[in-house]
């Protein structure tokens, strides 16, 4: 804080010797002219460039003054609500600040003979603004955010972060729906063959034919013998 300060200071303090440096002064009507009637003073204001510093030397005679007056009162030549009233027959005005300023004699019909003068005071184009101070800069630095791109399918990374595929969908022999028998089941087919008879009467079975046959022949056998032993005889 206290190096800002003197630096505002050394800052104003140059401002003050350049102005004086290069103020000037103007003698209001010029070499050739004057503060009177027969002047014309308006055309010579308009040729100069008055700055902030400068100012303004008023020479006269005792038959004039001079008032610093309003706009309103310099439109219409009043000087008795002068601002400042000026008399002697020499006097230097500083333009200590910018803007317009209005003087005028204040000599009964001086004003409307043309005794009456506009000054434009604008700043010193050598003087600038007092430096203000800069917000500390962070010179540290930062950190650029990192982009992550999706890993390559190269990589042991991309191997490690694939989804397990094989966990997720079962296997034709794990799903049940896919599972099947190597070899066909046996199908039990039931005989066309008509199960045995049981009689109700708690009876034998019926032979069957083979047995039926197996008689028939032991009795055609039986009564062939008988009938050689009876031709025998």
């Keep these: ?16 010797l350049v102005e004086l440096a290069t ?40 038959s004039h003054n001079v008032l610093e007056v309003s706009k309103a009162d310099y439109d219409s030549c009043q000087g ?14 500083p333009l200590s600040s910018a803007g317009k300023r209005y003087f005028i004699c204040g000599t009964n019909g001086h004003c409307s003979q043309g005794m009456k003068l506009e000054v434009d005071t604008s700043l010193a184009t050598n003087s600038a603004p007092p430096p203000t101070a800069s917000p500390a800069v962070n010179l540290a630095p930062q950190e650029s955010p990192s982009t992550t791109l999706p890993p390559s ?27 099947f028998s190597p070899t066909p089941t046996a199908i039990d087919i039931p005989s066309t063959e008509s199960p045995t008879s049981i009689s109700r009467t708690g009876s034998s079975p019926e032979p069957s034919a ?24």
Aim: hydrophobic residues 45%; glycine residues 8%.
């Design 80 to 93: 008795s609500n002068s601002i400042q009233a000026y008399s002697g027959g020499s006097t230097t005005i």
């Design 210 to 233: 083979a047995s039926s046959l197996d008689n028939i022949r032991g009795l055609t056998l039986g009564f062939g013998i008988m009938m050689m032993l009876f031709l025998a005889f």
């Design 23 to 62: 103020a000037a002064t103007y003698t209001v009507g010029g070499l050739n002219g004057g503060w009177d009637a027969t002047t014309d003073l308006q055309t010579w204001a308009s040729s100069q460039t008055f700055l902030v510093g400068d100012n303004l030397n008023f020479q006269y005679s005792p």
């Design 153 to 179: 399918s190269d990589s042991p990374l991309a191997s490690s972060l694939a989804p397990d595929t094989s966990a997720a969908s079962p296997s034709p022999a794990q799903s049940p729906e896919l599972a």
């Design 1 to 16: 804080m206290a190096v800002l300060t003197r630096t505002l200071m050394s800052f104003a303090i140059m401002t003050v």
